[in-house]
């Protein structure tokens, strides 16, 4: 057996995965929500709003160098297997714990999982089908909650946002997703052996100060365009943003 699959069968290899793949996914996660401010940037002379603009950069970035679409495909490649790791290494460490909880003498009945393990199985199984979702939605335009129009990210985030039901539903999971970051950090914390009692206070101080902000950011999206803070939607010709 190779080095890799002792480290994946071990309980410790398992924790440092989830951490490894959670790192990943929460990099995702600071990149998208900067992506995402770049809503409130305005247009450019064209009248083609910036995020319109980013939008179609991801999808030609590393061209000519690169094929069209490589990087693109690359990185999602990545994401996905990190997403699909992380569900498989969590899910069989919950299984494992729950196997080793000792079984009391007085009563035979296992004792319940931990409340914050319940929640990051809660949590995290909203998360997954809220990806899924997502993608659905603001990627592929199959889930049609408002108009949608492939590459026209600003109309498509005002017109579903304008919806106090969709931008509520994103605002709610926003918030699930917040806790989750906020216990997966401390956890990875843990595992990497980066806590310490002399500066634990601080590490859970700079976990929540950070993922508060990724959370407020990405919220700052559907509540500025439900409360009607955002420009009217842009009107240009798409050959303007792709060049043919
Ligand atoms: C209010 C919060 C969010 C907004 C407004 C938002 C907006 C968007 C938009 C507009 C796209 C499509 C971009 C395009 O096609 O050019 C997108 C893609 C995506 N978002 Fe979000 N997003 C939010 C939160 C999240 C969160 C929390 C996650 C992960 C947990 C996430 C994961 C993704 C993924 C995986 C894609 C597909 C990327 C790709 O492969 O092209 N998003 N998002």
């Known amino acids: 057996m190779n080095r890799i699959q002792t480290l994946y069968k071990s309980n410790i290899g398992k924790k440092v995965i989830a951490a490894v793949t959670g790192l990943i996914l929460f990099g995702f996660l600071l990149g998208h929500v900067a992506g995402n401010l770049k ?68 009563k035979s009945k296992k004792k319940a999982a931990s409340l914050p393990a319940l929640w990051m199985m809660f949590s995290g199984s909203l998360i997954a089908g ?52 906020n216990h997966g950090v401390w956890s990875m914390f843990q595992t990497l052996g980066i806590d310490n009692p002399d500066r634990n206070k601080f590490l859970r101080t700079a976990s929540t100060a950070v993922t508060t902000a990724i959370i407020l950011g990405f919220i700052a999206v559907p509540a500025s365009f439900l409360f009607g803070l955002m420009p009217e939607a842009a009107n240009y010709a798409h050959d303007l943003l792709t060049g043919h």
Do not use: C
């Open 39 to 106: 809503v409130f940037t305005g247009s450019n002379e064209q009248g083609i709003p910036h995020i319109d603009e980013y939008g179609q950069f991801l999808k030609v970035a590393g061209e000519p160098l690169l094929p069209a679409g490589a990087l693109l495909w690359g990185a999602r490649l990545v994401l996905l297997t990190s997403v699909i790791l992380h569900i498989t290494v969590v899910v069989q460490l919950a299984m494992l714990s729950a196997e080793a909880r000792p079984v009391s003498y007085v």
């Open 130 to 181: 809220f990806i899924v979702f997502h993608i659905l939605h603001f990627t592929t335009g199959t889930i049609q909650l408002g108009e949608f129009e492939h590459g026209y990210v600003y109309n498509n985030l005002r017109s579903s946002f304008s919806n106090p039901f969709v931008a509520g539903g994103y605002i709610f999971v926003m918030v699930v997703i917040g806790i989750h970051l």
